[in-house]
């Protein structure tokens, strides 16, 4: 099955903008999805398909794919964006769908 | 408003059952594939697997860990989903979502989550 590879944690100053990686071979056949997950509280989904948003979902979020690599950017991070982001896709080889192991966001 | 409502989450011992529902509203369920996803404490998501709507098939995919194990069924007229745990393991411990799944015949992306329930293997 497939993997998919995220930086643990990266910080970001308030105001700036932060650019959260996702490698793994699937990408290369399939658009990631991004969850945005706040601690106790059940993951939202922020990013989906080529750079689609859920409505609701700030246009300050992006998405971008490319080769085997999918980034979620945040362009003017705020303090309420301080949470785990996972990234999915779907597994190349069987009918499974496989998640990053997630990253903590901290805004400084 | 959509809402994903699970249920049956508690303290069991190893090797024992649970069931888990998720009732559903505020879309068309029985036109919805729908997946669960499993967190298990301090780490990341897992999916768990994934069931179809009827019309394409209403049959199911599992992740390896818990193929054999686990099995999700649906049923339309009440809105609601379940997955039957069975053989549980203390690494089965973990907080069950219940997701609609925007897949059709294959899993995908999850765009409505419930607030999940959470699954306790212990002696």
């Known amino acids: 099955s497939s993997e998919l590879t995220q930086d643990p944690a990266v910080s970001v100053a308030l105001g700036q903008t932060v650019t959260i990686t996702c490698q793994g071979d699937?990408?290369?056949?399939?658009?990631a999805g991004w969850y945005q997950q706040k601690p106790g509280q059940a993951p939202v989904l922020v990013i989906y398909l080529k750079n689609t948003r859920p409505s609701g979902i700030p246009d300050r979020f992006s998405g971008f794919n490319s080769g085997n690599k999918a980034s979620l950017t945040i362009t003017g991070a705020q303090a309420e964006d301080e949470a785990d982001y996972y990234c999915n896709s779907r597994d190349n080889s069987d009918n499974h769908v496989v998640f990053g192991g997630g990253t903590k966001l901290t805004v400084l | 408003e959509v809402q994903l409502v699970e249920s049956g989450g508690g303290l069991v011992q190893p090797g024992r059952s649970l069931r888990l529902s998720c009732t559903a509203s505020g879309f068309n369920f029985g036109d919805s594939a729908m997946s669960w996803v499993r967190q298990a404490p301090g780490k990341g998501l897992e999916w768990v697997g994934f069931?179809?709507?009827?019309?394409?098939?209403?049959?199911?995919e599992y992740a390896a860990s818990v193929k054999g194990r686990f099995t999700i069924s649906r049923d339309d007229s009440k809105n609601t989903a379940y997955l039957q745990v069975n053989s549980l393991k203390t690494e089965d411990t973990a907080v069950y979502f219940c997701?609609?799944?925007?897949?059709?015949?294959?899993?995908?992306?999850?765009?409505?989550w419930g607030l999940g329930a959470l699954v306790t293997v212990s002696s």
């Open positions: 069931i179809r709507s009827k019309a394409y098939g209403g049959t199911t």
């Open positions: 699937s990408l290369r056949s399939y658009y």
């Open positions: 997701t609609r799944d925007q897949g059709t015949s294959r899993p995908y992306y999850f765009d409505y």
